[in-house]
């Protein structure tokens, strides 16, 4: 078994790579770093919303997001608006320019996925998605133990 799963360690691995330097190829084209078209989607999703609320359904940290909303104000995809209750914290809005750039990355991202999946059935999407999930619980229950060492 352990030759076995040393062999799927190194396909993740492979699948994860070239998935995101395909991404990241593409968008980079656009002058967007890999981590920020969910940011731009989830503002499209979602009007007038925080930094803070970008990091905790993105799940990433407050300086990362911080990071990838100026690169992105600089270049022109979104907008702060100062927020008159609290004018420590601005609302976010996108501009055109991100509007048009969040059309491209849904339809980019589906024939990604498209090209991804080709030639499986639903069941086996299905299924591989059970293993992934399985695989991921299985991590998230040991990183919660109090002694994360092997």
Avoid: W
Wanted: proline content about 2%; charged content about 35%.
């Amino acid at each position: 078994m352990k030759e076995k799963v040393k062999k799927l360690d190194k396909e993740f691995k492979k699948y994860h790579f070239l998935h995101r330097e395909i991404i990241d190829a593409k968008f980079r084209e656009y002058g967007l770093g890999f981590g920020q078209p969910p940011i731009l989607k989830f503002l499209s999703d979602h009007e007038n919303v925080t930094q803070k609320e970008i990091a905790e359904h993105l799940n990433i940290t407050q300086p990362a997001v911080a990071k990838a909303l100026k690169k992105l104000e600089e270049s022109g995809f979104i907008i702060r608006l100062e927020n008159k209750k609290d004018t420590r914290c601005h609302k976010l809005k996108l501009t055109k320019k991100g509007k048009e750039i969040v059309g491209f990355a849904d339809n980019y991202f589906l024939n990604i996925d498209n090209i991804t999946y080709t030639g499986f059935t639903d069941d086996e999407i299905e299924l591989l998605s059970s293993f992934v999930k399985r695989m991921n619980n299985n991590l998230i229950s040991f990183s919660k133990k109090e002694d994360t060492n092997v």
